[in-house]
């Protein structure tokens, strides 16, 4: 197989890396991602990734929490999905570095634009975490931010879903699934595909978006070798 894309941001949902138990991290999933960026690296692919939390904490979670410090406290939770991730990969013989928009020098490096491509030349994955060391912004938000920063070719979004449909498919049987949308149909039609920020950053700056279940047999190396699955955005 022969990859379409030489550099890309894989955006994992939290609930994804949970499985079945919804709560925490599964082994066997997360030894099937690790199965599939091995195959990618060996392509040759530059590979950033963008992990969520919702496995360990999700907004304020029906709380009267302040939203500032339940969003710093998702932040937090992305490390540590971000490093189960990088000892994952280690202990497969490649290179990983996690990056934080945080300041937490005792467990990871700093985010800084240059050294995650020098990471790239040497043939490192980097995991960035912490979204974008904000509030009120979401990892989808990051993820596409990164990708533009990176000048990735695509942002891949591995979910719980395989794909993109008109009305939740768990409840609606008769949801509607896409194969392509526009940005401006998912901005316009207000889906839930993608924080609007997110759609918005990638449509001004011409990267596709692939959204693909992760739990479909080798997903992530089909989407980056172009087969078709999921749900496609693009501008065109």
Not at 37 to 45: A, E, Q
Not at 189 to 207: P, Q, R, S, V, Y
């Amino acid at each position: 197989m022969e990859a379409k894309y030489k550099r890309i941001v894989l955006k994992i949902s939290g609930e994804a890396l949970a499985g079945e138990q919804r709560f925490g991290l599964n082994e066997t999933v997360i030894a099937g991602v690790v199965d599939q960026l091995v195959k990618v690296h060996t392509m040759g692919v530059d590979i950033a990734l963008v992990i969520g939390a919702g496995n360990f904490w999700r907004g304020r979670q029906g709380t009267n929490m302040d939203r500032t410090t339940a969003d710093q406290m998702g932040m937090l939770a992305t490390v540590m999905n971000s490093l189960a991730l990088m000892d994952a990969i280690e202990k497969r013989g490649i290179p990983t570095r996690v990056q934080t928009a945080l300041n937490m020098v005792s467990v990871a490096e700093p985010y800084i634009l240059r050294k995650a491509l020098s990471h790239f030349e040497k043939g490192r994955i980097v995991i960035m975490a912490c979204g974008t060391g904000n509030p009120y912004c979401t990892t989808d938000t990051a993820a596409a931010q990164r990708a533009c920063e990176i000048d990735a070719d695509v942002l891949l979004m591995a979910k719980n879903v395989d794909g993109i449909y008109d009305s939740d498919p768990r409840l609606n049987p008769n949801a509607k699934k896409y194969d392509r949308l526009t940005f401006r149909e998912v901005v316009s039609g207000g889906l839930k595909a993608m924080d609007i920020t997110a759609a918005t950053m990638c449509m001004e700056n011409n990267i596709p978006v692939l959204a693909f279940a992760l739990n479909e047999p080798d997903s992530v190396v089909r989407a980056v070798c172009g087969e078709q699955l999921g749900t496609l955005i693009s501008n065109e």
